[in-house]
């Protein structure tokens, strides 16, 4: 007799998908706890492999696993800021951020861990990834702006925005990720907003980086956050501002 039985059929990884389902394995741990509290063996057990399997892949340990793990991670976040440069900023920077919360979300605890510096195994190739992402993000929302040389003030604008970006991400992870998702992408977008008017008034490449933001809106979301903010920043006062600076409505407005 011949048993119907089902049998497993098992198919042998290629050396890149093994790697990547160990790196996967490493990102699902690092994504609820903080590295220096990921084992080899935590890998492996979540892997379904052994641990010499893992060694085989990453002889320099945990280190290496980390740093490869970090770097996939990276890869990521740096398409979250990937977006065509078509239509309104406003709602190409809220699907931006949209990714990147979604990111942060699903990597809490690693998230964490990764941007407070607080990881035993922390070094300096590790903040040169996390630093990197930085950059890359400016690159991207000055490529939203349509500028390809940025001056100090623009530049410092939106890197300013970014750290900030980061900073709100921790604490609505600290609060049990209060207020809602939406919300807070809302308010962040705001902050950018905020953020390009303050230093249009004192810069003349902001300003007509907000101008020409301003014609893609069409007078929504833009266009309604600078009627909020116009009257506090400038009202009906036209001296002039502190270091000789234009009052801000005279910087955007023809």
Known sequence: MTSEAPTRSYR?????ERRRQLLDAALSLFAHRAPEEVSLDDVAETAGVSRP???RYFPGGKQQLYEAALRSAADELRQCF???ARGPLVGRLSRALDRYLAFVGRHDAGFSALLR???VVETS???AIVDGV???AAAHILGHLGVEEPGPRLRMTVRTWITAVEAASLIWL???KQPPVDDLRDWLVDQFTAGLVATAGRDPQTAAVVRDALGLE???AFGALLARVLPVTDADDRSPRPGGAAPVRETLLP
């Not at 042998?12 to 890149?16: A, G, I, K, M, N």
Request: cysteine-free; glycine content about 12%.
């Open 134 to 136: 930085r950059r890359a």
């Open 218 to 220: 069409s007078g929504e």
């Open 174 to 176: 600290d609060e049990d």
């Open 117 to 119: 510096g607080g990881s």
């Open 125 to 127: 190739r590790t903040t």
């Open 82 to 84: 990937a977006e065509p």
């Open 53 to 55: 399997l893992v060694y």
């Open 12 to 16: 042998r990884l290629s050396v890149e």
